[in-house]
């Protein structure tokens, strides 16, 4: 085999993950959502009564935004990956479950959301902020 399981290559793997992930999630998702001002927040955050929290959607639309836009940011450079992570894992989990009450599973968050729970499970990796910043 041409790669054995080296933890180099597992690095530049989750490297890989991160920067396509959360490039992705700046870019097309985030961006859109924490520039939309306080009526996207408002039209997002009222998602969040398939979770039953029906109260401050301008708050959860925001913070929704918040998570995809600046959680992007963060994952791409890995730095605070396992926070960034957890927050957009919950905002995936959101995500699903509006589209099932809608018309049923969409696999974009579905897969988003076990991505995220992956990242938050094993970290940035090497080849991050995170890893440079540690306390050793």
Do not use: C
């Not at 600046?70 to 994952?75: A, M």
């Not at 990956?81 to 099932?100: D, E, I, K, Q």
Request: glycine share 12%.
């Amino acid at each position: 085999m041409f790669i054995n399981n080296s933890s180099k290559y597992q690095s530049l793997g989750l490297l890989l993950i991160r920067l396509g992930i959360g490039f992705s999630f700046v870019y097309f998702h985030g961006w859109e959502k924490i520039s939309g001002g306080v009526d996207k927040w408002e039209m997002l955050g009222n998602q969040m009564q398939y979770a039953g929290i029906h109260f401050l959607p301008v708050f959860w639309g925001f913070m929704a935004a918040l998570a995809e836009f600046g959680g992007g940011i963060l994952i791409t450079i890995g730095l605070f990956t396992r926070p960034a992570a957890f927050f957009m894992a919950f905002t995936m989990l959101v995500a699903n479950l509006m589209h099932y009450h809608k018309a049923g599973l969409e696999a974009h968050p579905f897969e988003m959301l076990f991505i995220f729970i992956a990242l938050f499970l094993m970290g940035a990796g090497k080849y991050s902020l995170d890893s440079k910043i540690r306390i050793r």
